[in-house]
């Protein structure tokens, strides 16, 4: 079982920024990819980036250019910089880990881009 907590969303102006973080414990063995989803109220959870353990990564194209993941393996800790944030980037951001076949997703962080 993996556990995952994110933290440092917010309100923020149209072309703000912020980082979002994502901690994992548990059992970390097997790896796959980690990454972020984001969801608004009545729509689909939509994939936004993901990181294969190798370093691969990937972007939805409403963020790429705008959004970077990263991570740091001492800390277990991936980060989801947000920058030239817009007004539907608004949604609640999960932190997936891709584990054995199986995928364990956070309590989720709310982001909030208003004027």
């Known amino acids: 079982q993996v556990q995952l907590v994110e933290s440092g969303g917010g309100l923020v102006q149209p072309g703000g920024s912020l980082r979002l973080s994502c901690t994992a414990s548990?059992?970390?063995?097997?790896?796959?990819?980690m990454g972020w989803y984001r969801q608004t109220p009545g729509k689909q959870r939509e994939l936004v980036t993901t990181?294969?353990?190798?370093?691969?990564?990937t972007y939805a194209a409403s963020v790429r250019g705008r959004f970077t993941i990263s991570r740091d393996d001492a800390k277990n800790t991936i980060y989801l910089q947000m920058n030239d944030l817009k007004p539907e980037d608004t949604a609640v951001y999960y932190c997936?880990?891709?584990?054995?076949?199986?995928?364990?997703w956070g309590q989720g962080t709310q982001v909030t881009v208003s004027p």
């Open positions: 997936n880990v891709e584990r054995a076949g199986y995928d364990y």
């Open positions: 990181i294969i353990t190798a370093g691969m990564t």
């Open positions: 548990g059992n970390l063995s097997n790896i796959y990819a």
